[in-house]
């Protein structure tokens, strides 16, 4: 298919799986720095498709934001974090606006009432937890795991497990094993009740 903004949008409006599954991977198997482009190119469009009553069609905007993202992070390993150790003319910046996009769309899915999206939105944000664990950025983690525990306090039972999923994600990375849950979250999830297990 067109790698293009047009192509893309009409796959993730169109309902068909088939076509959905193939454009995700093919966003997959794309050079970095050419996704990178792609990424400031579609990821408006996957903010308005994701803006529907049709929860297979968030759902797949989420996995096509996934697939989307860059990770150009992955090309300073072993290299000083500077600009000079990213593709062409990134910048750090640059690359951390990619990753504060992506989750501000992730907290937004966790929220969602179908349990397909916020499913996919834990899995997707365990992407931002091992690029900031990567490039050695607790402050981020410490960030993402706070808005996922705010995001638990607000959440009701029947979403709650995914964001636990995601905090357990995020933690993972964060060398804090989900058995030590914050206090906050721990008395929250214990005032809440049982998970809903749909």
Known sequence: MDHTREAFADTLSSGNTERVNRAIDEIEDIELEERAALFDECFEMCRELYETEDGYQRQSVIRFAAGLYPRLAYRTIGS???????????????????????????????????????????????????????????????SIMDDLEALAEECEASKRKHVEEAYENVAFHAEKPFSLLPDGLRDVLEKKGPIDQE
Do not use: C, N
Request: hydrophobic content about 45%; cysteine-free; overall charge negative.
């Open 80 to 142: 000083d974090l500077t600009d000079e150790a990213l593709p062409g003319e990134w910048t750090l910046d640059e690359i951390a606006t990619h990753r504060e996009r992506l989750r501000d769309l992730y907290l937004d899915a966790l929220r969602d009432d179908d349990g397909r999206v916020r499913r996919a939105a834990a899995k997707a944000i365990k992407e931002l937890a091992l690029t900031a664990e990567m490039l050695d950025a607790a402050d981020e983690l410490r």
